[in-house]
């Protein structure tokens, strides 16, 4: 079963920054679509960010625009989320996923390989 392994979370204050990483196995790297969610206690898994298969199109979800960026280092297989200007709201565990099918990010809670989780959590 393919796992990656997500990393860079902690607690910070509002408006501070994190930059979570998330290694890849190399095969699913190259051939996957990729991106990160989150979960908050009590909340359903919310996508965040996520890129087309060989870095291409990217989406954000509206809540993190201008705040968040996904991206990749083709030499380290590993995908990445910086975070600044972070709200209390952005506290949750942050997931990393890989889909090779690429399909809507809706249907990857099923079938595409996810990471551990890494904690974020902001204070007031």
């Known amino acids: 079963q393919v796992q990656l392994v997500e990393s860079g979370g902690g607690s910070v204050q509002a408006g501070g920054s994190l930059r979570l990483s998330c290694a890849v196995p190399a095969y699913t790297y190259s051939s996957s679509c990729m991106g990160w969610f989150r979960q908050a206690p009590g909340k359903e898994r919310e996508g965040v960010a996520h890129?087309?298969?060989?870095?291409?199109?990217?989406y954000y979800a509206d809540s993190v625009k201008g705040r968040f960026t996904i991206s990749q280092d083709n030499a380290k297989n590993t995908l990445y989320l910086q975070m600044n200007s972070l709200k209390p709201e952005d506290t949750a565990m942050y997931y990393c996923?890989?889909?090779?099918?690429?399909?809507?990010?809706?249907?990857?809670?099923?079938?595409?390989?996810w990471g551990q989780g890494t904690q974020v959590t902001v204070s007031s």
């Open positions: 890129r087309h298969r060989g870095g291409g199109d990217t």
């Open positions: 996923a890989a889909d090779p099918a690429c399909r809507p990010i809706g249907l990857w809670l099923a079938g595409a390989a």
